[in-house]
């Protein structure tokens, strides 16, 4: 039998009328569970229960709302082989990859643990004489949590983690292709002592749970994070209730070479932020812009590491990539590349299914060269393990390449100047920036987002993500 997971609302875990198999994508005879898919009707009963538990959590002790994140923390910390290979199963990430985001999410809660202690304001003269001022921040009221599939515990973690430290409540809503993270997350914030309907689990589709949470009166505020065209949705339902929003959505991220990089630091840079996680980040490297006079050089040291590079089961040791999420991430991939051949580029390497050992989604990392800037492999997300390659004449052709996107994510360089570097960071149109790194990596203690079509709204994590869990108010008295 398959074991059915439930949904959390109002302190109490509450079955549903249907559930749904959640199938491991490295092999799709395995079932990780069943979980429920939950209804409007429980999700407005998941928002009445965080706003009737607003008023007393709003106003709880500062080491009440610590003490229940760092326990958070340290539970996801001591179970993180376990919870790092639950979300290696469901979602295709390798083990370490899975590990790595689990630790992640522990150090996630950790740091704003130590925010609900830091919590500031400002004593200001008014300008009237016998007057004081004070600027303050409030919780702002029930937040709905929306997330994406490809980091299933991080990225809850780093809405959650806010929301819950500011003293906001919660009604979130996973993926419905990784609810099994999400699950095991409320299960570790309710033994660690959240109050009844403080924090609401309620799984289920996008069009029945998602759309409620979107438009119940009750939902303050909703943060989301996945694709662009669901975050105009998004965007246009919360304007309609005047609700606050925030929008983490694509990328289609430049890593730039200059001749004078190191060609084994640049190769690394983009395998790993083109190909790793299976390419299914936001912040992936999928536009490779390459300086001329090193162009050939590092062409050929990327094909044979990406010929190098083990597709396999996540779990298994010695793999570098597993699979994609599901059979319609595969398919969606593969159609990018006929679709790229049909436009004229020239596929470098890669682009096939694979069949493996085990029956799954896999794929291997593909790299188009030769293409014109207006075809759809080099300006659409892809969301796969494809990147596009390009030459550029020089440094102000390079930074004019990367930036004609839609969107402003992340970028990269890779140099040993001085002066590219420190440029570039002027530069570059994008809300990250890296330098000899991948543009993947990015840190839980400074803000994360984009600009232009990747993001809208306040930067999450760090102490920026005040900025959207919070509103501020002037307050004004006598002395």
């Known amino acids: 039998m398959t074991k059915k997971h439930h949904n959390y609302i109002a302190g109490s875990w509450v079955t549903g009328e249907e559930y749904s198999n959640n199938i491991n994508p490295?092999?799709?005879d395995d079932i990780v569970g069943a979980f429920a898919l939950g209804s409007v009707s429980d999700v407005a009963e998941a928002v009445e229960a965080a706003r009737s538990a607003f008023a007393s959590w709003s106003r709880s002790g500062i080491l009440q709302r610590a003490g229940l994140l760092s326990k958070v923390a340290r539970t996801i910390h001591d179970r993180k082989e376990e919870l790092g290979r639950l979300l290696s199963r469901e979602e295709g990430k390798t083990l370490a990859e899975g590990v790595g985001?689990?630790?992640?999410a522990a150090q996630v809660f950790d740091f704003f643990a130590g925010e609900c202690l830091r919590l500031v304001g400002e004593k200001l003269p008014s300008v009237r004489p016998g007057v004081d001022v004070e600027v303050t921040r409030e919780p702002i009221g029930v937040v709905g949590i929306i997330t994406p599939w490809n980091f299933p515990i991080a990225i809850p973690a780093w809405k959650i983690a806010p929301a819950l430290a500011y003293g906001n409540c919660v009604v979130f809503k996973p993926a419905n292709l990784t609810p099994a993270c999400a699950h095991a997350l409320t299960?570790?914030?309710v033994e660690a002592g959240a109050p009844p309907g403080v924090f609401n689990l309620v799984m289920g589709r996008g069009r029945e749970v998602g759309e409620e949470i979107l438009t119940n009166p009750g939902i303050d505020a909703v943060t989301f994070t996945g694709s662009v065209e669901t975050g105009r949705h998004v965007a246009s339902r919360c304007v309609e209730q005047m609700k606050k929003f925030q929008l983490e959505m694509g990328g289609k991220n430049p890593l730039v070479v200059m001749n004078d990089a190191d060609l084994h630091i640049a190769v690394e840079c983009a395998i790993n932020g083109a190909f790793f996680s299976t390419g299914q980040r936001c912040t992936a490297s999928s536009r490779l812009i390459v300086e001329d006079g090193?162009?050939?050089k590092f062409l050929s040291a990327i094909r044979t590491r990406m010929n190098e590079l083990v597709v396999g089961n996540a779990l298994d040791k010695g793999v570098d990539i597993g699979p994609l999420v599901d059979q319609t991430q595969l398919e969606k991939t593969l159609k990018y590349i006929d679709i790229g051949k049909s436009e004229g580029a020239d596929l470098v390497c890669g682009g096939e299914a694979l069949t493996l050992e085990t029956p799954g989604f896999y794929f291997a990392p593909a790299l188009f060269s030769n293409?014109?800037?207006?075809?759809?492999v080099a300006t659409e997300e892809i969301f796969g393990p494809v990147a596009v390659i390009q030459r550029a004449e020089d440094y102000e052709h390079a930074v004019a390449l990367a930036n004609e996107t839609k969107f402003g994510l992340s970028a990269g360089i890779c140099t040993t100047s001085l002066a590219h570097a420190t440029s570039?960071?002027?530069?570059?149109q994008a809300g990250m920036v890296m330098v000899n790194l991948p543009t993947a990596g990015v840190d839980f203690h400074?803000?994360?987002g984009g600009r232009k079509g990747s993001s809208y709204g306040s930067r999450e994590q760090g102490r920026y993500a005040a900025e959207f869990y919070t509103v501020v108010k002037t307050a004004y008295s006598t002395s």
């Not at 293409?371 to 759809?376: I, W």
């Not at 570039?424 to 570059?428: A, M, W």
Request: glycine share 0%; no cysteine; net charge negative.
């Open 294 to 296: 090193i162009y050939e």
């Open 371 to 376: 293409f014109s800037e207006t075809m759809r």
């Open 26 to 28: 490295s092999d799709t």
């Open 101 to 104: 985001e689990t630790v992640r």
């Open 446 to 448: 400074v803000p994360f």
């Open 187 to 189: 299960e570790i914030i």
């Open 424 to 428: 570039f960071k002027r530069d570059s």
